[in-house]
């Protein structure tokens, strides 16, 4: 005889459900997660970033360094041929010297009258860094090489070059002019300065003269300062022309104690928030900004 189980004599098992509170947590604990995700991937980000700005500033630093080191190599360092190292106060240095570099020549210079020199020079024009390459010819024109000559020839006491034979002479503005043959070189470094490391040991703003042995008979390296602004970084700035002069001048004072412009700028960039007020730029431009120094022998007796 088979037995039958009434319905309601069944035992049905229900599965527990979350409470509203247990909700609340869990959803409390995804909203936490997700907050730190979002807060490492921001910082990762702006590590990158800040990564990225950075390095291209050593990529224009690094390139300019190597310009200047292919155009040094080939100064003519004789003692009848000119350089112009200029670090003005409260602007920018300017330098301008004969190369074997190439440089550009005018359309109506034959292949012939062309000489193997190249006037070359470094400037900054609106917080940019430009090159000169101008090429000198043999026309006898103003774009020929010109030599040092002096009056008489006790060069030992008669140190001044006659009227005609300098650079300032021929090219006396050339480096404030809007010359062609000038180009971008690095559109980053808003100011560079130099000093001159003799065979004495000590450090001098300025070339010295010696007429008899030539400027360069003393000094065995040129020490090139730059200081530059990631071209990322310059997009939030309205105004850079205070940028150079928010930067320290070299003395010679501060030469003979053996403090170089590299130092000078490094302190004047530590504190942000000062060098921000003082070249009028936000504080997260001035914090990106960054000091390169790099010393080039010159190989003379």
Known sequence: MSTQVHPSDRTVKVSPGFTLIELLVAVSVLVLLLLLVMEIVQSGTLVIGGSRKHLAADAEAREMFNRFAIDLAGMIRR????????????TNAAMIFYSESPGFF???????????????????KDAKLERLGKG????????????????????????????????????GTLSSSND????????????????????DGTYSLTLPTDPVSGAFSTVSSVVLTLAVLDDESRKIVKDTSKLATALDNPTEANMAAGTLPGKIWQENVADA?????????PVSAASRVRIYQRSFPLNTP
Request: aromatic fraction near 12%; charge should be positive.
């Open 79 to 90: 003692a009848d041929m000119d350089a112009v190292f200029t670090n003005a106060a409260g």
């Open 106 to 124: 005018a359309s109506g210079v034959t292949a012939t009258n062309r000489s193997p020199l190249s006037l070359i020079g470094y400037r900054v």
């Open 136 to 171: 000198l010819a043999w026309t006898g024109n103003s774009d020929t090489p010109v030599y040092l000559t002096y009056a008489t020839n006790n060069l030992a006491t008669n140190s001044t070059p006659v009227s005609g034979s300098t650079i300032t002479d021929v090219w």
């Open 180 to 199: 062609p043959d000038y180009h971008l070189q690095a559109d980053g470094v808003f100011r560079f300065a130099f000093c001159f490391r003799k065979k």
């Open 273 to 281: 928030q000062t060098f921000a007020s003082k070249a009028g730029i």
